[in-house]
């Protein structure tokens, strides 16, 4: 079924680090703008609580720390 494997899906990306997952959103969106979509007839509300395991185990502040760091490279 599909909501199975979506929901397999949701767990491996739950896994990975912060900064991946933005990457892998950026590439569904290009991908879905570059078929000619709309992104404005995607309810993001359906993303609601997927992402609240990801900041439980991070300290926020390390995080933004990290990212700033990262844009002087």
Same mark, same amino acid.
């Given at each position: ?13 739950e ?6 997952? +933005? &990457? ?15 992104? #404005? @007839?995607?309810?993001?509300?359906? +993303? &609601? ?15 933004? #720390? @990290? ?5 002087? &490279?």
């Open positions: 079924m599909v909501v199975d494997s979506l929901k397999k899906i949701n767990k491996e990306i896994e990975l680090p912060e900064s991946e997952q +933005l &990457r892998l959103a950026k590439m569904i969106l290009d991908r879905v703008v570059d078929r000619g979509g709309s992104v #404005k @007839n995607l309810d993001f509300r359906d +993303l &609601r609580g997927t992402g609240k395991g990801t900041w439980s185990k991070s300290n926020v502040e390390a995080y933004i #720390k @990290n990212e700033r760091d990262g844009w002087d &490279r």
